[in-house]
Nanobody, 126 residues
Framework: QVQLVESGGGLVQTGGSLRVSCATS????????LGWFRQAPGKEREFISA????????YYADSVKGRFTNSRDNAKNSMYLQMKNLKPEDSAVYSC???????????????????WGQGTQVNVSS
């Protein structure tokens, strides 16, 4: 069974920084593009960022562009989301998932992804 495991969430003040991680198997890591999504209470799941399997291209939602950095570490089979200048509206459960394949409707479409992790909670206090 494919597993993606997030870690690194927590509580931070407005303007602070936090890094969340997503670990998976070597096979999954080397074949598939990976994405970050978040979901706040009462809201729909929202695309945050994605990075292609070859580490060549990274995509960001406009709401986080310039503040969040997505990266991959091949040696650790892990993807990281470095978050800076955090705002209260960034509070949510952050989840990672693998893209089903190289082609789909959109790299930001949650239905193009599968094998979701359990998520990690990020809370930003005002």
């Amino acid at each position: 069974q494919v597993q993606l495991v997030e870690s690194g969430g927590g509580l931070v003040q407005t303007g602070g920084s936090l890094r969340v991680s997503c670990a998976t198997s070597a096979v999954i890591f080397r074949i598939y593009s990976l994405g970050w999504f978040r979901q706040a209470p009462g809201k729909e799941r929202e695309f945050i960022s994605a990075i292609t399997w070859d580490n060549r291209t990274t995509y960001y939602a406009d709401s986080v562009k310039g503040r969040f950095t997505n990266s991959r570490d091949n040696a650790k089979n892990s993807m990281y989301l470095q978050m800076k200048n955090l705002k209260p509206e960034d509070s949510a459960v952050y989840s990672c998932a693998r893209r089903r394949g190289p082609y789909g409707r959109s790299i930001s479409d949650q239905f193009d992804y599968t094998d979701w992790g359990q998520g990690t909670q990020v809370n930003v206090s005002s």
